[in-house]
């Protein structure tokens, strides 16, 4: 081995002993001293660790709305509506005197909730669709036509359509939302299992005579879960705005829950002369949407370093 | 050739199919019994029978959605529960503005963007690269009714360089019809131009690694006609495709532009309709948007083979 390394220097091997022969290599390459904790992480995905940083701040306003020094969302006060921005009301009151601050603090609740709930449903429904459709060659006909048929809906208007059918609550706008997003899914999912399923060492497990289960359990699962994480993270944002959306337009939360698309929606009849009350729920929910997307494009880059440069 | 054209043409059926088989159970399993509305508060359940029976609403399923269908395709969209308009009337009255909108975004957008995506993959990892990149993130992440307020707000109110809100007709003059036009579609075009920036960098820079690129170089060919002749004629592919599925978000979004800047289109109607659940409106405008989203990825895929001639399937 020692030999094989000078030889390229261009030294002569038969003139000294071979283990004191070697000379120190040049310092072609700088001693990298890898970065390691937090410092490291964020040195190598700045991206990932700003969206990280933002979501987990959203998510602390989220758990700890009561603790930040916030009022009751619901309390009406019509004495002191349409306040502006103030010590007391730092983010001014709304048309029925509800005090914003609080309100797009509690907000944060519902977004999250949405986002979350229907990345996590839909990632682990279309993965279970995606499944049966790359092994299944009967059912795989038709549960992509059904999944085609589906995607050719707008999701926007797929979730509206849905939400007209319920009455308004968190619980139907992620069901709505979820089933708007599971073609996506199934699709992607689908396709990573039919090019698995020509891989060498699938084929191999096959030969083996590994059953199917456990085919899918050791080789398939492991190589979707890269691919439908940042799917997953790309379907959260997509998530919250689809939620403000509805609301926004009324077709969401009841307007009793205090969520950002409804805080908008009660500010859009005053917006022109107190655009404060739009503007706030606004800023949080933007700030929060490019987190979970630059999370999203973190991950991409660290998962698939191939397209790191690229997309 | 024309065997993939209709191949192409014949898939597109069964697409539909679900559409409307998932339209068409809205209705079906939409709350409240049509029979017992019709028939009032007096009526005996013999009544709310006999107008059942009288409307077919007792016939099985799948013979209610294949009339449905029929007459969905004799261009019969079913009559509004609120305004008792034919559903086409309504849409009728209100596709003008809606498809000015989605028109005219998507010019801008094509416009836009996909100059900013070549410049990004030309100068890749300068500054200007960058700078694109960031605005397709913050494209992708403040939603179109954000940019709408926001734009409204510094443009309108401050600036008074546009109107607010409202709509012109087309037929009133070029000017006050783009007047107001023009914040809505680049508020409706920020996610759209982000989305195309994104895919045109991406397949530029594929397609500018490759040998006929250098071999043009070589001979001596400009960088100008390098980039818009040599390398986005063989990335136009991807390129359209996604301007294709961007559709999709164009449609969701102009339901939320026009109710920001009162515009009074398709978008408007679906959101009326909504808060009175009046749903063959409903059905109506989601089988329409529905049916343009198909149609137009389908002209793209066939136009695929005048693009690009190596495609022959």
């Known amino acids: 081995m020692a030999s094989a390394h000078t030889a390229p220097l261009g030294l002569a091997a038969e003139s000294r002993p071979p283990v004191a022969a070697a000379p120190p290599m040049p310092d072609v390459l700088p001693p990298v001293k890898p970065r390691r904790g937090l410092v490291g992480f964020v040195y190598r995905h700045p991206t990932m660790a700003i969206g990280g940083f933002l979501l987990l701040v959203m998510i602390f306003i989220a758990v700890f709305a009561p603790l930040l020094w916030t009022v009751d969302p619901t309390a009406l006060a019509p004495a002191r509506r349409t306040r502006e921005p103030s010590l007391e009301h730092w983010f001014g009151t709304d048309m029925l005197g509800r005090d914003v601050y609080s309100r797009v603090m509690y907000g944060a609740r519902v977004s999250l909730i949405v986002g979350f709930a229907v990345a996590i449903l839909s990632s682990v429904i279309g993965l279970a669709i995606g499944l049966v459709s790359g092994f299944i060659r009967v059912a795989d006909g038709i549960i992509m036509r059904i999944m085609d048929g589906l995607m050719s809906i707008p999701p926007i208007l797929l979730a509206i359509a849905l939400m007209a059918l319920t009455r308004g609550s968190v619980q139907n706008v992620i069901i709505a939302i979820t089933i708007a997003e599971i073609p996506r899914v199934s699709r992607l999912v689908r396709g990573v299992v039919l090019s698995l399923r020509e891989q060498p060492y699938v084929e191999a497990a096959v030969a083996a005579g590994t059953r199917t289960p456990m085919i899918i359990l050791r080789h398939i699962l492991p190589n979707t879960l890269a691919p439908i994480t940042v799917q997953a993270t790309y379907i959260c944002a997509s998530a919250m705005i689809v939620e403000a959306i509805l609301s926004f337009i009324g077709a969401g939360t009841p307007p009793i829950i205090p969520s950002w698309g409804n805080i908008m929606a009660e500010g859009r009849a005053l917006w022109q002369v107190k655009p404060y009350i739009v503007f706030f729920p606004a800023l949080f929910l933007s700030i929060t949407v490019l987190a979970v997307n630059l999370l999203g494009d973190g991950l991409r880059d660290a998962l698939d370093p191939r397209m790191a440069k690229r997309l | ?313």
């Open chain 2, 1 to 313: 050739m024309l065997a993939y054209v209709v191949r192409r043409i014949l898939a597109t059926i069964p697409v539909m199919a679900v559409v409307a088989l998932f339209v068409f159970s809205l209705l079906y399993i939409a709350p409240g019994d049509p029979a017992a509305v019709i028939a009032g508060d007096q009526a005996t359940p013999e009544d709310v029978e006999r107008i059942r029976a009288s409307l077919g609403l007792d016939r099985p399923f799948l013979v209610r959605f294949g009339e449905w269908v029929i007459r969905i395709l004799q261009g019969d969209l079913g009559v509004s529960i609120f305004t008792n308009l034919p559903v086409t009337t309504m849409i009728a009255q209100r596709i003008e503005p809606t498809l000015s909108l989605m028109v005219l975004t998507l010019i801008l957008a094509v416009v836009v963007a996909i100059p900013m995506g070549v410049l990004a993959a030309w100068k890749q990892g300068t500054w200007i690269d960058r700078g694109v990149m960031a605005f397709a993130v913050l494209g992708f992440s403040v939603p179109v009714f954000v940019v709408g307020y926001l734009l409204a707000y510094v443009f309108a109110l401050e600036l008074e360089w546009l109107p607010v809100q409202g709509y012109t007709s087309f037929s009133a003059g070029f000017w006050p019809w783009l007047e107001n036009l023009i914040l809505p579609a680049v508020a409706l075009g920020s996610v759209y131009i982000a989305l195309i920036a994104r895919i045109t960098r991406a397949t530029m820079l594929e397609v500018l690694s490759q040998d006929y690129i250098r071999t043009a170089r070589a001979k001596g060919a400009s960088q100008g006609s390098i980039l818009f002749l040599h390398a986005l004629k063989n990335a136009a592919v991807p390129i359209v495709t996604v301007i294709g599925i961007g559709i999709a978000l164009l449609i969701g979004g102009a339901v939320v532009t026009e109710s920001v800047f009162a515009i009074p289109g398709l978008g408007r109607l679906t959101v009326d309709a909504i808060l009175r659940r009046d749903y063959p409106v409903i059905q109506g405008v989601v089988l329409l948007f529905s049916f343009i989203y198909v149609l137009v990825n389908l002209a793209i895929d066939l136009v695929y083979t005048l693009f690009d001639p190596r495609i022959r399937y």
